[in-house]
């Protein structure tokens, strides 16, 4: 075993969008497990907008100041254990962070199923991202097959699972997305009825012929302008998720929401959605949507990106909207 | 009977907060029954903010342009019944709007029962108000003894009662209100634990004052900036009920709600609430409150105006907000 780690730090505290040179790879020695605790090598690593937040101080997470390591979902492999319950080659699921090895308590770390599909599935459409989706549609708006949901951000790690749980479920699923060509899978790989592009002048008129008895759910991912132009079209009864800000995660400015009146018109029911808060529900996750992946209703759309080194300009890609689908780490 | 009755129309479109030379009295022709018909007499004529919005055509019931009469729900006494079911002397709610008398059909119009304590109470806290707060607390925010309730626009309509409903639940409950007499009225007469001035400059450390764990139900009235200053404050579960915005009703703009990242990170549940949509649960209510109305514990507080002549100018004094109360007006 080496004797050597490599992990990466912030920098400094990027203003706008983030740079490479906001993050630094460091070398570091090994680490070694005490009693009780584990020493777990980093396979994948889940690359996430909340991370913007949390880099910004402002996330209810926990804030990551220059010289503070990154941190983040990794699913890693037991190297050695001083703990039991886990031993050399056991896959988990941990918060590994930005780095190639990492020590772990076992109440930190989930054994990965022996039937657990494929690793990085854990950090994506069978992980957060698709708990996420999970629980927005079902624990909160309760979908039914009736109603037409709107999904912006339609490709990204949480939409794409949303519209595929969404369609599942018979529902019509509209997505929005910045690019044409992600406006295309997502009807053609991730089955949309249609995905409109956000930077379409007429986007409202769109989202009108899209939607002619208006939106029943909108799953909000980005915030901003958007959320107001979703909210003024939302049918009676209409329930709106608030799960992510990503319009404004490079923003030092809070952007107001919608006119109130809009919600009141609507009879609204509006979320604020926090994944945390249904780790208790994820067998039951795990049971409802394994059968959909399974028979192929339910597809992987996963951007998986080699090597830690390149974890800094992965991340600054998905702050940009350029990531194709969930950003995952692939470590050696 | 005289062959005259009166009448208040919309004599132009209010700039800002109305003023009475927007209203004008109208003497008409006594209407006159038909086949299937009643003649009504208003006893009692209710004013409400809401016919703000009616009148800059942007209200969920409809708009009120000039030369249109002015809408609102009164207590009348049947005069002349075409109508199997009503007999001279009856007394009922129905939209008879601001009007010595109306004409309407049986199903426009609900029999006050014998033992409805005083008429005027049918348009105040036992009426649309008393509703609107206990399908606000009880069906939607579904309050518990343990919540903190703040209610801006405490002595208001709406804001009594409610404040009142969540006393008799064994919630904390901060009122907040315009006038440091009003304030007094809420704790000494309405029992909220506290009223804090909304002029006051140090409202939001007022508030954090009045709820160390945060605000668990948030009942809004009036929108605009208060609804940030409470969002920022709410707990985690916090329910926010979006039900009036007094304090945009005299702009013509729409004022931008809270960033929802506030409401994100409370997991707040936030309800659009139209009244009309618990029509079908008054009977429901009128049970559960009829008794706390007898043993004292839901005191009326209205404030009444005698006069036909006088709705226009106690309309504008309820949105200058210089009311004491339900504004309701008594007719002749």
Chains 1, 2 share one sequence.
């Not at 009693?35 to 804030?63: F, T, W």
């Not at 657990?116 to 629980?135: C, D, E, H, I």
């Not at 939409?159 to 599942?168: E, M, P, R, S, T």
């Not at 529902?171 to 997305?177: F, K, L, M």
Request: aromatic residues 6%.
């Amino acid at each position: 075993m080496s004797d050597k780690m490599q992990r990466v730090v912030l920098a400094r505290t990027p203003e706008g969008t983030p740079v490479n040179e906001d993050f630094a790879l460091q070398t570091q020695p090994m680490p070694r497990p005490s009693q009780g605790e584990v020493l777990c090598q980093a396979k994948y690593l889940s690359l996430d907008p909340y991370m913007r937040s949390q880099i910004a101080g402002r996330h209810i997470s926990g804030s990551i100041t220059p010289g503070d390591p990154m941190l983040g979902e990794t699913v890693s492999c037991v190297l050695e254990s001083k703990a039991e319950g886990f031993k050399p080659g056991d896959l988990v699921r941990c918060f590994g962070g930005w780095s190639s090895h990492s020590i772990h308590t076992p109440k930190e770390m989930f054994l990965l199923g022996k039937d657990f599909p494929a690793p990085s599935l854990a950090l994506s459409t069978l992980g957060m991202p698709g708990l996420t989706a999970w629980a927005g549609l079902h624990c909160l708006a309760r979908i039914k097959s009736e109603d037409t949901v709107v999904i912006p951000a339609a490709t990204g790690g949480v939409g794409a699972v949303a519209g595929q749980l969404a369609k599942a479920c018979g529902c019509q699923v509209i997505g929005i997305a910045g690019m044409t060509q992600k406006c295309r899978q997502a009807t053609e790989v991730l089955g949309f009825d249609a995905c409109l592009n956000r930077r379409d002048e007429n986007l409202g008129e769109e989202l009108d012929k899209a939607c002619p008895q208006g939106i029943d759910v909108y799953f909000d991912l980005v915030g901003g302008p958007m959320l107001t132009v979703a909210s003024e079209r939302l049918a009676e009864g209409g329930r709106v998720l608030l799960c992510g800000l990503i319009s404004e995660y490079n923003s030092s400015e809070r952007i107001a929401g919608p006119p109130p009146g809009l919600w009141i018109r609507a009879r609204a029911k509006v979320f604020g959605l926090v994944v945390y808060d249904f780790e208790d529900r994820r067998q039951e996750f795990l049971k409802e949507v394994m059968p959909l992946y399974h028979d192929g209703r339910l597809k992987p759309h996963e951007d998986i990106i080699e090597g830690l080194a390149s974890a800094p300009e992965a991340f600054c890609r998905l702050m940009r909207g350029e990531n194709n689908g969930k950003v995952i780490v692939a470590l050696s």
